[in-house]
């Protein structure tokens, strides 16, 4: 074996370690499991692991899906304050139908 060839094992996480790597809850991870999206290898009814490589790779790809959205699409702070008067402010009216 050289210094450049791969180890010859790998990490297995558990449901918990996969969750708590990725920021989820576990019932997601069991939810993408399900679904495909991550590969597991169940070892019985109860013992389900996921390679470290593999929950690093879905990380990887879900990032730009997870990512904080740009100061252009958050949501305004907080909402325009209503006049003191009490008074509602009228919309502007929209496009006239035929």
Not at 20 to 29: D, K, Q, R
Not at 43 to 58: G, N
Request: aromatic share 4%.
């Amino acid at each position: 074996m050289t210094s450049q060839d791969p180890p010859l094992t790998v990490r297995l996480l558990t449901v918990r370690e996969a969750a708590a790597l990725l920021h989820v809850h576990p019932m997601t991870i069991y939810r993408l499991i399900e679904r495909g999206d991550l590969p597991a290898s169940r070892f019985s009814p109860r013992t389900i692991r996921i390679r470290e490589p593999d929950a690093r790779a879905f990380m990887a790809a879900a990032l730009p899906a997870l990512a904080p959205a740009t100061p252009a699409q958050q949501m305004p702070a907080r909402l325009p304050a209503a006049p003191a008067d009490g008074t509602a402010q009228q919309a502007a009216p929209g496009p006239q139908h035929a």
